[in-house]
C-alpha cells in the first residue's frame, strides 16, 4: 500500500478536476486510518463532491479524524455544530470543539472562541479571555482580530481602555484592508484624532466604501454635502445618500428626501422628496418620523400612501414645511455615522 499521506497529496490535487479519483485515493488512505484522509472525504461530501451535500455524513467523518487527534477536523465540527450548512446548532459542543483545535495550536479557532467568549455563546462570558484570544490571533497575522481588538481597547472592554492602542490596532487592520478598520481611520481623521499623513478621511472612506460598506458611503456623501475636507459637490452627495438608501436606510433616505425636496444636487422633485421622508420615517428615523407628524399635524387634507403606510403626508407636494427641516447640532440632519 502506498504512504497514506501521498495518497492524500495526490487526492488534493485531483480534488476538483477529477473528485471521483480523489474520492479513491481518500478512501485509500482512510483505509490505513489516516485522519487526513477522513478529513478529505468529508470536504468532499460537504461540497457535494462525493453525491449530494451530506453535512451529517461529513460530521461523522470530521468526528473520527477529530478523536485522532487532526485539529482541522476539529475546527470544523466547531462550524458545524454553531449551526453552519443546516447542521443541528449545539453552542456547548461547538465552543467545545473550537477550543479542543485551539489547544492544538490551530490559530484559526482563536477567534472563534473570542467571539463566543464575548457574547457567552455555549458557555459563560469573559471579556478578558476573549482580548486575550483576540490579541494571540492578531499576533499570529490576522487582520479582522486586530480592528476587534482596537473596538476592544477603544470602549475598555476586558482590557483597560487605550485610545492609543486602539489606533495601532485600526491602522494595522486599515492597511490590511479590513473596510470596518478602513471606516473607523476615517472617523479618527476626520476628528482629528489622526494626522492625515497621506491618508485623509475620505480616502480612507473610499477605501471602506470600495469594499461596500453602507456607512462609509454615507460619511463619504456627507464630506462632499458639507464640503468638509473635499469641494462640495451635492451631486456626488445625492448619489452616494441613494444608494444607501437603497439598502432601507432610515438616515440615508432622509437625505435622499430632503435634498429632492430642495433640489439640491438632483432635480428638484418635492413629492418624490416627501414619499423618500415617508419611507424613512417607516425605517425608524426619528427625524424623518418628526418631520412626517409635523405635516400630519398642520395639514388636515386626506392622507396619502407611502412606501405602502398610510402617513400623514399632505397630496399638496408643495405644502407642507415651509422649507424647515429638523436639523442636528452639526453639518446636514443626519450628521455621519459610526459602527
Known amino acids: 500500500m502506498q504512504d497514506p499521506a501521498m495518497l492524500c497529496q495526490k487526492a488534493l490535487e485531483c480534488f476538483s478536476k477529477d473528485p471521483k479519483r480523489a474520492l479513491e485515493l481518500f478512501s485509500e488512505a482512510a483505509d490505513a486510518g ?36 487532526h485539529p482541522p477536523s476539529m475546527y470544523r465540527l466547531g462550524m458545524l455544530c454553531s449551526g453552519a450548512a443546516g447542521f443541528p446548532e449545539d453552542p456547548e459542543a461547538s465552543r467545545s470543539w473550537f477550543e479542543k483545535a485551539a489547544e492544538y495550536g490551530m490559530k484559526e479557532a482563536y477567534p472563534e472562541i473570542a467571539e463566543m467568549c464575548l457574547c457567552g455563546y455555549g458557555g459563560p462570558v469573559d471579556q478578558e479571555r476573549a ?15 486586530s480592528f476587534k481588538l482596537g473596538c476592544m481597547y477603544s470602549d475598555g472592554i476586558g482590557t483597560e481602555k487605550n485610545e492609543q492602542e486602539a489606533i ?28 492625515d499623513e497621506g491618508m485623509s478621511a475620505k480616502k480612507w472612506y473610499e477605501a471602506a466604501a470600495e469594499s461596500g ?8 456623501g456627507t464630506l462632499y454635502y ?34 429632492l425636496f430642495e433640489g439640491l444636487g438632483v432635480e428638484k422633485d418635492p413629492e418624490e422628496g416627501l414619499r423618500y421622508f415617508g419611507m424613512s420615517a417607516n425605517a425608524g428615523n426619528p427625524m424623518a418620523m418628526e418631520f412626517v407628524e409635523n405635516i400630519r399635524r398642520r395639514q388636515n387634507v386626506q392622507l396619502i400612501k407611502i412606501d405602502g403606510a398610510d402617513r400623514g403626508l399632505s397630496e399638496r407636494a408643495d405644502s407642507p414645511c415651509d422649507g424647515s427641516f429638523p436639523r442636528s447640532k452639526n453639518g446636514p440632519p443626519q450628521g455621519r455615522k459610526n459602527l
Not at 477522513?38 to 453535512?55: R, S, T, V
Not at 482580548?131 to 482580530?145: H, N, Y
Open 131 to 145: 482580548f486575550e484570544l483576540f490579541r494571540l490571533s492578531a499576533e499570529s497575522g490576522d487582520p479582522m482580530s
Open 213 to 220: 460598506l453602507a456607512a462609509a458611503k454615507f460619511n463619504l
Open 168 to 195: 495601532r490596532m485600526f491602522r494595522i487592520a486599515a492597511f490590511k484592508g479590513i473596510p470596518e478598520a478602513q471606516f473607523k481611520m476615517g472617523v479618527l481623521t476626520q476628528d482629528g484624532a489622526v494626522p
Open 34 to 69: 489516516y485522519p487526513n484522509a477522513f478529513f478529505g472525504i468529508a470536504e468532499m461530501n460537504m461540497a457535494g463532491l462525493a453525491g449530494d451535500p451530506d453535512p451529517e455524513a461529513a460530521a461523522e467523518l470530521y468526528r473520527t479524524a477529530a478523536e485522532a487527534g
Open 226 to 259: 458639507e464640503g468638509n475636507g473635499v469641494e462640495k459637490d451635492p451631486a456626488k452627495a445625492f448619489a452616494l445618500y441613494k444608494e444607501v438608501s437603497e439598502t432601507g436606510d432610515g438616515d440615508a433616505l432622509f437625505m435622499v428626501g430632503r435634498m
